[in-house]
């Protein structure tokens, strides 16, 4: 049973556009969310996080918004690099039940953004 | 300062088999963290560390899955014997407290036969 959910195998963008990737959850005990980038042969590596007490966090091109009452969240990047062309894991933690360090995965989003 | 670091980077092995994965942690984290990756599957948390306990296993699959810390620095992750379903990408992690950024290895592909 997959409590997080990331529906599009795959996304391609152009360079300069913006890249949207998607995520859902089914549990309701998720109070903090966080995007994982991952290139070939590499571990994942952490990107954004947010809590579920905000609706969105921005760092520099990669913003995260969150719609608790729809469980669902999203990755904007603007503008896509060429760079950016990665697997991207939505990922989620139960903070408040005292299972921060427990992240629960989606099945990962490869992104390719092409020039 | 060094990465997350796995050993072997591809392991092959008969159905039957043992194989004992390495983790060596960034130095300095008392956390540490052990998912794996089967093919066109979400990463599943299986273990957690602080130091040389073993604080939530809930998610190791069975027990031909060992893992152990001893000295609460390197961790193993022994599979015996191996089956089919092992197959996919053993991941270790690690954070300096429990909660902060899991900084990830690059895992370890292993194939049974």
């Known amino acids: 049973d997959q409590q997080v959910k990331q529906n599009s195998p795959s996304l391609s963008v152009q360079e300069g556009r913006i890249s949207i990737l998607n995520c859902d959850y089914t549990?309701?005990?998720?109070?903090?969310f966080l995007w994982y980038k991952k290139y070939p042969a590499e571990g994942p590596t952490f990107l954004i996080s947010i809590s579920s007490i905000k609706d969105k966090n921005e760092d520099g091109r990669f913003t995260v918004f969150l719609n608790k009452s729809a469980k669902h969240l999203s990755l904007h990047i603007v503008p896509s690099q060429p760079g950016d062309s990665a697997v991207y894991f939505c990922a989620a933690s139960d903070v408040s039940g005292g299972s921060n360090y427990k992240l629960t995965f989606g099945k990962g989003t490869l992104l390719t953004v092409n020039p | 300062e060094a990465g997350v670091t796995q050993f072997p980077s591809h392991s092959v092995i008969e159905k039957g088999q043992t194989v004992t994965l390495r983790c060596d942690p960034i130095?300095?984290?008392?956390?540490l963290y052990w998912y794996r990756r089967v093919m066109g599957k979400e990463i599943k948390f299986l273990l957690h560390f602080v130091k040389e306990s073993k604080q939530d296993e809930s998610g190791m699959p069975n027990n031909r899955f060992l893992a152990e810390r001893t000295g609460g620095t390197y961790s193993t992750l022994k599979v015996q014997p191996a089956e089919l379903e092992d197959s996919g990408v053993y991941f270790c992690a690690s954070s300096r407290e429990t909660g902060d950024e899991q900084f990830f290895g690059p895992g370890t592909r292993l194939t049974v036969l």
């Open positions: 549990n309701s005990m998720f109070d903090y």
């Open positions: 130095s300095g984290h008392d956390n």
